[in-house]
């Protein structure tokens, strides 16, 4: 009998645990960034933090405000992605030194290398985790995009 008790117990409390872990004080914070100003008509958020994770949405070689490629190839692509990265990362409080994770996405694998050489002036060691691959189509016909995923420090949770 008292062994019976024990186990009712037990499921008493997990069925407790299981109603507070769905409970809006156990929820996950999330918002949805943007910059004022921006864009409105694009169907994605430039940012969305969730606790203490900022999600990055995928940043072309675009001057800033516009949708407009800059010239210049791969390599002045690469440049204001990386640059564009970095402006939404301050908007948000964030530096480049807080990113943790990047994919990056280039139509040519070849230009790897030249993407590679930009890319090293934005980070120092040690670096992101990364991954990259071919991509069949970028939007607005660009060459690369990157998103990147970023953490806020330790002191500001």
Avoid at 6 to 26: E, T
Avoid at 39 to 50: D, G, M, Q, W, Y
Avoid at 118 to 144: C, K
Wanted: hydrophobic share 45%; charged share 20%; with cysteine.
């Amino acid at each position: 009998m008292r062994r019976q008790h024990r186990f009712h117990d037990v499921w008493r409390w997990a069925l407790v645990g299981l109603c507070l872990a769905g409970s809006p004080a156990f929820a996950a914070e999330v918002q949805f960034l943007n910059q004022e100003g921006a864009a409105t008509e694009l169907p994605f958020s430039e940012a969305v933090r969730v606790d203490d994770t900022l999600y990055l949405s995928g940043q072309l070689g675009v001057k800033p405000g516009t949708l407009t490629r800059v010239p210049g190839g791969i390599e002045a692509e690469a440049r204001q992605t990386m640059e564009n990265i970095r402006a939404v990362l301050q908007r948000n409080g964030l530096d480049m030194g807080n990113v943790v994770k990047c994919t990056v996405m280039l139509v040519d694998m070849a230009e790897w290398q030249q993407f590679n050489a930009v890319y090293r002036q934005f980070f120092e060691a040690p670096f992101p985790a990364r991954s990259a691959f071919g991509a069949s189509g970028i939007g607005l016909g660009g060459r690369v995009e990157v998103e990147c995923i970023a953490a806020y420090p330790e002191a500001s949770r």
